[in-house]
């Protein structure tokens, strides 16, 4: 049974940082791409980051420069550590694992605000 567990969310000032984890279990962690994605309310769930099996990594323009992905096959762990934060960034995070379906955690809220 998949199982993806994401931790780190919150409240955080405008100009703040959070570092997201996605612990995995049930998949061979290191073959599959990960990904990070995020729905803010009304609007439709986006791609944020990816990282393949192979270590290519992909940001959607708006978090380039500010976002970080990485991941830990040893510890079946992904990241995305988020600096610069804007209150555009509020939304629930996901963390997604693809080989051949997708498969979904339950989302962590994160919230910029002042």
């Known amino acids: 049974q998949v199982q993806l567990v994401e931790s780190g969310g919150g409240l955080v000032q405008p100009g703040g940082s959070l570092r997201l984890s996605c612990a995995a279990s049930g998949i061979l962690f290191k073959f599959y791409r990960m990904a990070w994605y995020r729905q803010a309310p009304g609007k439709q769930r986006e791609l944020v980051a990816v990282i393949t099996s192979g270590g290519s990594i992909f940001y959607t323009d708006s978090v380039k420069g500010r976002f970080t992905i990485s991941r830990d096959n040893a510890k079946n762990t992904v990241y995305m550590q988020m600096n610069s934060l804007k209150p555009d960034d509020t939304a629930v995070y996901y963390c997604?694992?693809?080989?051949?379906?997708?498969?979904w955690g339950q989302g962590t809220q994160v919230t910029v605000s002042s």
């Open positions: 997604n694992a693809r080989l051949t379906y997708d498969n």
